[in-house]
């Protein structure tokens, strides 16, 4: 299968800081069209309209945390396979397992360094379709 390029990022986070930092970088950086969110709800809503190929999952959110909407994603059939990274303050080395065990494809921890948002996010998405490509024995 050929390199498939990254565009189109869904980012669920609740805090407008990052939201406008993530969305800058990623945008002005990596050329990437950004949807943000601020709630799990308004990720799971948008996702059908917006298609992402790659989510970027705040673990705590209000209401619907990230977690959570990681589930709801994995109930849509059109969408169960769009890979997550996760983003969060947890760096204790048991919870990041948990969220690559879980089916998330990497973890960002914050606060994360915007000069290196874009590169980082590349680095994740090479190593994922290297794995998705890699014959399964």
Not at 11 to 31: H, P, T
Not at 104 to 112: E, T, Y
Not at 116 to 131: A, D, P
Request: aromatic share 8%.
């Amino acid at each position: 299968m050929a390199n498939i390029s990254l565009t189109r990022i869904l980012l669920a986070e609740d805090d407008i800081d990052i939201q406008f930092i993530a969305k800058m970088a990623l945008e002005s950086v990596g050329e990437f069209t950004v949807q943000v969110c601020s709630s799990g709800k308004e990720a799971l809503d948008k996702i059908p309209e917006f298609k992402p190929e790659l989510i970027l999952m705040d673990v705590m959110m209000p209401g619907m945390d990230g977690l959570t909407t990681f589930q709801e994603l994995k109930k849509i059939e059109e969408f169960k396979s769009v890979p997550v990274v996760f983003l969060t303050a947890k760096v204790q080395t048991k919870e990041i397992e948990i969220y690559k065990e879980i089916g998330g494809i990497d973890v960002i921890l914050k606060p994360f360094d915007p000069m290196t948002l874009t590169e980082t996010i590349q680095n994740i998405w090479s190593k994922y379709l290297s794995l998705k490509n890699t014959p399964h024995l």
